[in-house]
C-alpha cells in the first residue's frame, strides 16, 4: 500500500459548526466512516489560530534549545509535568513491544485545576512548574490549551451523534478532566547519533485517551500508521490540517467500533540526518473517576470489561516509563 492509499481522510469541521442540521449529519457520519477504518482523520476548519500555533511551537523551540542544566531544573518522569528528557519514555512498551527509548525530548503539562479533593489533585491536577526563564512558554501552553480543550469537546459531541446518541452523552464523563499537553522534539541524526536497533522518535503504540489531537510537521523521520492489512505506511500531510485519532478510552468505550490504531514515529533517517521536527500533541482525556462501560451492540462490536479512567492511564503510564 502507497502513502497515497492510506484509509485518513481530510474532514471539514467548519459544517459541523456553521451548518444546517443535515450539514452536521454528514459530518458525523464521516467522522464515524474515517474512525471505523482506520481510527485517524484529517481535521480542518478546527478553528485553532494558525500563528498561536506557530507561537507555541517557536516557543517550545526556545526551551529545547536551552542548555540541559538549565532545563533539568524542570525534569520529570512520563507521569509528572514539566521537562521529559531523552532516554525516559518507551512508547512500544505499553503494547508489550520491548524497544530502546524514544529519540525524543518533550515539555509536558497538563490539567492544573484543582477539584478540592487533595489526594485527587495532588494526583491529576497538580500545578504546573512553568520555566520562570521563559515567561511566554506559560502564557502561550495556556492560551493553545484553552482552544485545544474546546476542539476536543466539539470532538466529542460529533462522536456521540456519529454513534447516533444524545449529543451530550460524553459530557457527564469530562465535566473536571484529565489532560496533557506536549510538544515533542525529535532532534536530529547529528545530535542523536544513530539510531539503535528498533529504536524509534516514538516506539509503535496506541494512544491511552480519547482523542489525540496532533499538529505535526512533515519529515523523513515522520508519523507512520499500522493498516487493517497489517503495514506500515506514511500518514498523510495536509497543511493546516490537525492529525486526530482515536485513543484506548473511547475506542472501549464505542466498543471496538471504532481503532485506536497503532502509531509510531520513525527514527531520524541518513538521507535527512539535519532533520529537526516539534509536533504540539493534544492528549483529551475524561474525568479521572469516569467508568468507560463500553456501548453495546449494534454500535458497538464487543463489550469490554468497565475501566476506571484514572486506573487505565496509571498502568499505561508505568508500562512506558524507562528506570
Not at 495556556?142 to 454513534?163: C, E, I, T
Not at 529504536?199 to 515522520?222: K, S, V, Y
Amino acid at each position: 500500500m502507497s502513502a497515497s492509499d492510506v484509509p485518513i481522510p481530510v474532514l471539514d469541521l467548519g459544517p459541523w459548526r456553521d451548518g444546517t442540521p443535515a450539514d452536521r449529519a454528514s459530518v458525523a457520519g464521516a467522522l464515524d466512516a474515517a474512525l471505523r477504518r482506520s481510527g485517524f482523520v484529517l481535521v480542518t476548519g478546527h478553528g485553532v489560530p494558525a500563528e498561536l500555533t506557530a507561537a507555541v511551537r517557536a516557543v517550545a523551540r526556545e526551551f529545547f534549545a536551552l542548555p540541559d542544566d538549565v532545563k533539568r531544573r524542570y525534569a520529570a518522569g512520563v507521569d509528572g509535568r514539566g521537562w521529559l528528557p531523552p532516554g525516559v519514555e518507551a512508547n512500544g512498551y505499553s503494547e508489550g513491544t520491548p524497544t530502546p527509548p524514544d529519540l525524543k525530548e518533550s515539555l509536558s503539562y497538563g490539567a492544573d485545576t484543582p477539584t478540592g479533593d487533595a489526594a485527587l489533585d495532588a494526583r491529576w491536577f497538580q500545578p504546573n512548574p512553568w520555566p520562570g526563564e521563559m515567561p511566554d512558554v506559560q502564557r502561550l501552553f495556556a492560551a493553545y490549551g484553552a482552544v485545544m480543550r474546546a476542539l476536543a469537546d466539539d470532538l466529542l459531541a460529533v462522536a456521540a451523534v456519529a454513534l447516533g446518541l444524545p449529543e451530550d452523552f460524553f459530557v457527564p464523563h469530562t465535566r473536571h478532566p484529565t489532560y496533557t499537553f506536549n510538544a515533542n522534539h525529535y532532534p536530529p541524526m547529528t545530535v542523536v547519533g544513530e539510531p539503535a536497533e528498533g529504536q524509534f522518535r516514538i516506539g509503535p503504540h496506541t494512544d491511552f485517551g480519547t482523542f489525540t489531537l496532533l499538529d505535526r510537521e512533515p519529515g523523513a523521520g515522520g508519523l507512520q500508521v499500522f493498516t487493517t492489512d497489517g503495514e506500515w505506511v506514511d500518514a498523510p500531510f495536509v497543511p493546516g490540517a490537525l492529525t486526530v485519532n482515536v485513543g484506548d478510552l473511547l475506542s472501549r468505550w464505542t466498543g471496538d467500533r471504532w481503532l485506536s490504531a497503532r502509531h509510531r514515529v520513525l527514527p531520524p533517517q541518513p538521507h535527512a540526518a539535519e532533520e529537526d521536527l516539534v509536533s504540539l500533541v493534544w492528549f483529551a482525556e475524561c474525568d479521572p473517576g469516569a467508568v468507560v462501560e463500553s456501548v453495546p451492540p449494534p454500535v458497538g462490536v464487543r463489550v469490554h470489561e468497565p475501566v476506571v479512567a484514572a486506573d487505565y492511564l496509571e498502568e499505561k503510564y508505568r508500562a512506558i516509563s524507562v528506570g
